[in-house]
């Protein structure tokens, strides 16, 4: 069955610092994947997505993501994080040939420390 | 920017009763979503919608559930006889096709008393 993991549930970065959070995924086919953001309060903004082609994706607030066919990852990278960045991090993955279907993992929580 | 609105935001419920939660899907956008969230899990798919059907369900989408899109902008809900493990914040969602990007609503909050 289709999973996707993120390994991390809590991280704590000091503002300036770089950043990776993790997620692996488990699917048969070509996965896209996807990269959402929720502030407290607010629903699920779509970060960036990765369908094929490039392999290195770029989104919106600075950050990009590397798929690794290889290593069954996405990891999301950004180089200098905001305090803004403080949210939480969801990592999804489309689940099946009809592509109507999201499976999420369980979300990293991003701290930044001053 | 266009955005899915969803209400309420929260919802206060006793056990056994009927509730329906109301999601306006962004206007050119052809698939319609619910996901749900029980505190401190993760996000999961309930059920996807296409062309005034149903397109896929999960496990979790029983006979308790329904969905609906009553006219041309909302999409609901609804769920019959509700349990304590129904409280979860429920999260509409759209897309313009499959395999695409989705944008989520900023839930609906429900507590089931």
């Known amino acids: 069955a289709q999973s996707v993991t993120q390994p991390d549930i809590h991280i704590t970065v000091s503002e300036g610092a770089s950043l990776e959070l993790r997620c692996n995924y488990s699917y048969g086919a070509t996965p896209y994947l996807f990269w959402y953001v929720q502030s407290p309060g607010q629903g699920l903004q779509l970060l960036l997505k990765?369908?094929?082609?490039?392999?290195l994706v770029q989104g919106i607030k600075g950050f990009e993501a590397e798929f690794k066919r290889s290593q069954s990852s996405f990891n999301l990278r950004k180089p200098s994080v905001h305090w803004s960045d403080a949210a939480e991090y969801f990592c999804?993955?489309?689940?099946?040939?009809?592509?109507?279907?999201?499976?999420f993992g369980k979300g990293t929580t991003l701290s930044v420390s001053s | 920017e266009p955005e899915v609105t969803q209400t309420p935001s929260h919802q206060v419920t006793q056990m056994g009763q009927e509730v329906i939660l109301r999601c306006v899907p962004i206007s050119n956008h052809l698939y319609f979503y619910w996901y749900r969230q029980i505190l401190g899990q993760k996000v999961e798919f309930l059920v996807s919608?296409?062309?005034?059907?149903?397109?896929?369900k999960s496990e979790i989408f029983d006979d308790q559930f329904s969905v609906e899109r009553p006219d041309g902008s909302n999409f609901t809900l609804k769920i019959r006889s509700t349990k304590l493990e129904d409280s979860a914040m429920y999260f509409c969602a759209s897309s313009e096709g499959a395999r695409v990007a989705q944008h989520f609503g900023d839930g609906t909050r429900l507590s089931i008393l």
């Open positions: 990765y369908f094929s082609g490039d392999t």
């Open positions: 919608f296409y062309n005034n059907e149903i397109s896929e």
């Open positions: 999804a993955v489309g689940a099946n040939q009809a592509g109507t279907a999201l499976i």
